[in-house]
């Protein structure tokens, strides 16, 4: 399994794009890219998967260059309630079995 | 919500009692996972169930013992617990491929 380095922290403020970045220099050719979200004494949720290059729903955007090393989740004008953990996580997309969780990025939103 | 319900959501037990942790998937998912989360530390994986066999146990204390009777349901009993155990144990499913979880809300558990 690919091992993915996070920032512990970051703080942002009401209405700023928050970029979140990952690395992950062992990520194999089978691997996709998946981020959660996870509030307190809460279970995490999915926010986006992302496999190269860049993947947007109506949550996120997921940036992947071509050397997938590393990846960055973009969060577009946060709110408070966007205050949580965001775990990074790199694995094959059937390997669902194999889902192991990093220590995450907590982000702080101010107001 | 998210498909996913557990029960209780929260538990108090003693280090003699015996109790179960119950979860239910609505979502039609072939795959069941526990997870523990303690106080300031990373989701830890402690079982997978794969239409209903058991195909991961990351060297779990046999004090935890998990059974899948069908797909839709996911039990992990308790027994003799310490209270380095207490945390949040969350459940997830999910469809085999996909590799997207969903968790349900978790049941906060306390061993005195």
């Known amino acids: 399994l690919a091992k993915t380095t996070q920032p512990i922290s970051m703080d942002s403020y009401e209405g700023q794009e928050v970029n979140i970045t990952c690395s992950h220099n062992?990520?194999?050719?089978?691997?996709?890219i998946t981020w959660y979200q996870q509030f307190p004494s809460q279970g995490p949720r999915f926010i986006i998967q992302?496999?190269?290059t860049k993947v947007t729903n109506e949550v996120a955007s997921l940036f992947i260059p071509a050397d997938r090393k590393s990846s960055t989740l973009s969060l577009p004008r946060v709110s408070l309630s966007d205050t949580a953990v965001y775990y990074c996580?790199?694995?094959?997309?059937?390997?669902?079995?194999?889902?192991?969780f990093g220590a995450g990025t907590r982000l702080f939103v101010k107001a | 919500e998210t498909g996913v319900t557990q029960t209780p959501r929260h538990l108090v037990m003693g280090m003699t009692n015996k109790k179960s942790l119950k979860c239910e998937q609505h979502?039609?998912?072939?795959?069941m996972y526990w997870y523990k989360q303690s106080a300031k530390k990373p989701l830890e994986l402690m079982f997978v169930?794969?239409?209903?066999?058991?195909?991961e146990n990351n060297s779990v204390p046999s004090r935890f013992s998990p059974e899948c009777p069908n797909s839709s349901h996911l039990f992990l009993h308790l027994h003799t617990l310490q209270p380095e155990d207490s945390a949040l144990y969350l459940c997830?499913?999910?469809?085999?491929?996909?590799?997207?979880?969903?968790f349900g809300e978790g049941s906060r558990l306390t061993v005195l």
């Open positions: 062992n990520i194999a050719t089978n691997d996709y």
């Open positions: 169930y794969s239409l209903e066999e058991r195909v």
């Open positions: 992302g496999y190269k």
């Open positions: 997830a499913s999910s469809q085999a491929g996909t590799g997207e979880l969903f």
């Open positions: 996580l790199v694995g094959d997309a059937t390997g669902g079995f194999k889902t192991i």
């Open positions: 979502l039609g998912h072939n795959a």
